[in-house]
């Protein structure tokens, strides 16, 4: 199948999908599914998003829990003191995030000594940061008031299922879009060997500032999304600690560094979490720890990698014979 066919059967699953998807609520299913999917949607989407910087470039981020509660609450602040409608608060919380992400990227990525592990730290202090600043200011939480008063005839869970759902899709197209573009092979370069990249012509610095920002926007957005279907938005529940942890095992799970990974790790575990733990955070972090542990022993290239190493070993013999 030529690389034109391909990227056409691709679209045209994602549209299918999103077409599928996107009546599910008005067929009869449970509340209970509707929310489970909704889940699954933001969880995906924040798998995708960590893996556009940290999977293509290599640069580990624990900043998703910044990002996504920053969202939540620049929604948050602008429906409820600001009088924003709510569908105006989701671009606005994407435009601040991305702006977060440009400051702290114009700081760190012109220092060569802030790669890796320190990169790593700088994104932990803005977590530490972000939620000090929420914390002191609106502690005590925010009410989503425009929310209750914009949708008094329609189901409000089936209007933000189809906001995460639109956000889920999205992001899995741009995600799919950058892996397979040159702006792609510049983020893979710089994974490989950075100094090499930049002795061949590539700029790291505008490449890694693109990704971090397309990121965190993805994640703001998610943030804001999640502020409207929740309702009332708590620091401690917006600023957890595994909106950073969770995207980065669901990514390790599927396979770091391909586009399809994060969607496969993002359903399987939020299945489990939800189905399997009933959404106890006890339970969730051992089996968090527990899985941590046995995919970095037995799936160091994650479930898709796998698949498709497999695949071709299949495939080989095959055409051989052919």
Request: glycine share 10%; aromatic share 14%.
């Amino acid at each position: 199948m030529s690389s034109r066919r391909l990227s056409a059967s691709i679209n045209a699953a994602l549209i299918a999908a999103l077409a599928i998807l996107l009546t599910l609520p008005y067929l009869g299913i449970s509340a209970f599914m509707i929310s489970f999917l909704l889940s699954v949607f933001v969880w995906v989407t924040l798998a995708v998003s960590w893996n556009i910087l940290s999977g293509y470039t290599g640069y580990f981020s624990f900043g998703h829990t910044a990002f996504f509660g920053s969202g939540a609450f620049a929604s948050a602040v602008t429906d409820f003191y600001y009088e924003i409608n709510y569908f105006l608060t989701i671009p606005i919380a994407g435009a601040i995030t991305a702006g977060m992400a440009a400051g702290l990227g114009l700081v760190t990525f012109r220092l060569r000594r802030l790669r890796g592990q320190l990169f790593a730290l700088t994104t932990v202090v803005l977590t530490s940061v972000s939620s000090i600043v929420v914390i002191n200011n609106w502690g005590s939480g925010i009410v989503m008031r425009s929310v209750k008063a914009f949708w008094p005839f329609l189901s409000i869970p089936h209007v933000f299922y189809t906001l995460a759902l639109i956000l889920c899709i999205g992001s899995i197209y741009i995600s799919m879009v950058i892996y397979r573009s040159r702006f792609g092979l510049t983020l893979f370069a710089i994974r490989d060997d950075e100094e090499a990249a930049e002795a061949i012509g590539v700029n790291s610095f505008k490449s890694k500032m693109a990704a971090f920002c397309i990121s965190s926007l993805l994640v703001g957005l998610a943030g804001a999304v999640f502020a409207g279907w929740i309702k009332y938005v708590w620091p401690e529940t917006v600023f957890s600690i595994n909106y950073s942890l969770y995207p980065i095992l669901m990514t390790i799970l599927g396979g770091m560094g391909t586009w399809v990974g994060p969607i496969l790790g993002g359903i399987i575990l939020t299945t489990i979490f939800q189905i399997v733990a009933g959404g106890e955070a006890v339970l969730n972090n051992i089996i968090l720890g527990s899985l941590l542990v046995a995919v970095m022993i037995f799936l160091p290239r994650g479930i898709f990698n796998l698949a498709l190493s497999g695949y071709r070993r299949i495939r080989t013999p095959l055409q051989q014979r052919v």
